[in-house]
């Protein structure tokens, strides 16, 4: 018995190493580049010497402006993903419709909507709606209905049937039990999911402008490419600084919901 | 409601005996919370607006917006399966990109991890800067990394690679540290007094008991990083995304729609497999 168990550890540590090999022999090596070096030391050197001279202009286009730009992003795109996936956690809450084939339909949908990159609905957007922050807020507001409503609708499904039953024996139709007996007790709990979307969508704001849907990003990738490496390392601290920030107190806020 | 006044007076107000029930205190107790609660909305909504002015994100531009999206999701059917063989090495590239960034940032993983844990290094001058180090890799983004490597390494596949490795790092790092600290110490003092050294209570001790959730962790960060790298292209850093920029580019959105499917597919196969993966080991 334990000796089976030793080979398949073993077969299983030799796929791992032989995927990797496999990997490995893919990717070419060109990247080391007689420059690199030299990159990699003026990228340091930006680090230390940040422009700090960006962090404020007067006549706007600034790094503070940029970040307020990003911050706004994700705080309106986790609005619009909170309102949009509301009706699609009750649709995939299996506790909510008397048929199983409907919630299962649901949790499917979600699951293709969580698959689908966040860059590509960007990108997908930008097309359509053209670049700009606009994008960046549809992006954020549709790819993030896979993972809430996916949330929200387990929390609907851990809710006390007790406030349910009483008001159907009271004759409540559908809207009025999800409004008094259902809602209610879910708030809470989505106000925090809701809250943690937020921290993986500021996250995700400051790359939305690399492909030009508004943000940090778009300065970050023009200093990039005029290869400006004090500005690239301002930019990269103030991303810091906003994630740090904004990670901290909405964790705070989360605590203090529940 | 009477729960609701108990719930939020407990603790500064006698109890209000359930028995008798008073509904002027019900009323006056509402008051104030109902005020409080129509506060805090109108404030969140004065935010929200002001938010949309900034940006200038509003409903008419959706209202505008959506037609061409209509427009552009009808030019991706029927998708341009001729393509498909084309896209077959990319795709090839991007998974060897995830599974090489994740198993070489995994392996610098274990040592952070064991340096992070505070009941293997029980230093704080060692613990505490190697978990701010893991903090901040975390805060930045795997798109930025490669966007700042594509820079330094010039474009290709090894940008890539090497963003998803320092991504990697910082999440499997952080999540195995918080598993060998809650590890059963129980063996771990039987060798200890024994008289073993500390890298035989890594190697005897610690080890057994963290590789499965590190392996897990392990999937669950590939999980994460095939996804990110079907769109590393989008800042040149190899993998599909190069060429679905290009196809958008040159408004082949039939071509779009072929490379958009192939990445659900293969993403949703290996989330399946790794998921399943993840659930035995567990």
């Not at chain 1, 992006?139 to 609907?156: D, N, R």
């Not at chain 1, 990738?221 to 990269?236: D, K, P, S, T």
């Not at chain 2, 005996?17 to 109902?34: M, Q, T, Y």
């Not at chain 2, 901040?136 to 490597?149: E, K, Q, S």
């Amino acid at each position: 018995m334990s000796r089976v168990h030793h080979l398949r550890k073993w077969m299983i540590a030799l796929f791992i190493v032989v995927i990797f090999i496999w990997s490995m022999m893919g990717l070419d090596y060109q990247g080391f580049q007689s420059t690199s070096k030299v990159v990699s030391l003026s990228i340091l050197k930006g680090f230390m010497h940040p422009d700090w001279a960006y962090v404020y202009l007067p006549e706007g286009e600034d790094l503070l402006r940029e970040l307020l730009e990003t911050l706004v992003i994700s705080i309106l795109g986790t609005f619009v993903s909170a309102i949009l996936c509301i009706p699609f956690a009750f649709w995939a809450a299996a506790n909510m419709s008397r048929l199983r084939i409907i919630p299962g339909v649901g949790k499917f949908t979600l699951s293709v909507i969580r698959v689908f990159p966040e860059m590509i609905v960007a990108i997908l957007f930008i097309k359509a709606v053209g670049p700009g922050s606009f994008a960046g807020v549809l992006a954020l507001g549709v790819h993030s209905i896979g993972m809430l409503a996916k949330l929200f609708s387990e929390t609907i499904e851990g809710v006390d049937p007790g406030p349910q039953e009483a008001l159907i024996a009271c004759g409540a139709n559908k809207l009025q039990i999800i409004r008094f007996a259902v809602i209610p007790q879910v708030i809470p709990q989505l106000l925090s999911y809701t809250l943690y979307r937020f921290e993986i969508n500021i996250r995700s704001a400051t790359t939305l402008g690399l492909v030009g849907a508004g943000g940090i990003g778009t300065p970050l990738i023009f200093a990039l490419q005029v290869r400006n490496w004090n500005r690239v390392g301002v930019i990269l601290l103030g991303i810091v600084l906003l994630v740090v920030v904004t990670d901290f107190i909405s964790s705070r806020l989360r605590r203090k919901i529940i | 409601m009477r729960l609701d006044i108990k719930s939020t007076n407990s603790t500064s107000t006698p109890p209000i005996i359930p028995s008798s029930p008073n509904d002027s205190i019900s009323v006056a107790l509402d008051k104030p919370k109902r005020g409080k609660r129509i506060a805090t909305w109108m404030l969140f909504i004065v935010i929200l607006v002001i938010c949309s002015l900034y940006i200038d994100v509003t409903p008419y531009q959706l209202f505008v917006g959506l037609p061409e999206m209509g427009v552009l999701l009808k030019e991706m059917f029927p998708p341009d399966w001729s393509y498909l063989p084309t896209i077959w090495a990319p795709t090839l590239q991007t998974i060897k990109i995830a599974v090489a960034g994740t198993i070489l940032g995994a392996i610098p993983a274990i040592p952070a991890a064991l340096f992070s844990a505070n009941n293997i290094t029980p230093y704080k001058s060692v613990s505490f800067p190697m978990r701010t180090l893991l903090n901040l890799v975390r805060t930045v983004p795997d798109l930025l990394f490669a966007a700042v490597f594509v820079a330094v390494f010039g474009i290709g596949p090894f940008a890539g690679m090497l963003a998803l490795l320092f991504f990697s790092f910082g999440i499997i790092a952080k999540l195995t540290y918080e598993t060998v600290e809650a590890i059963d110490p129980g063996p771990l003092e039987a060798m200890t007094a024994v008289g073993a050294t500390r890298i035989q209570l890594i190697v005897f001790g610690v080890i057994p008991q963290a590789l499965p959730a590190f392996i897990s962790y392990l999937l669950y960060t590939f999980e994460i990083n095939i996804r990110a790298a079907t769109v590393l292209g989008f800042v040149g850093a190899g993998g599909i995304g190069l060429l679905l920029n290009q196809s958008l580019g040159l408004f082949r959105y039939d071509r779009a729609a072929t490379i958009i499917i192939l990445t659900l597919a293969v993403v949703l196969i290996i989330d399946n497999a790794s998921t399943r993966i993840r659930r035995k080991l567990l």
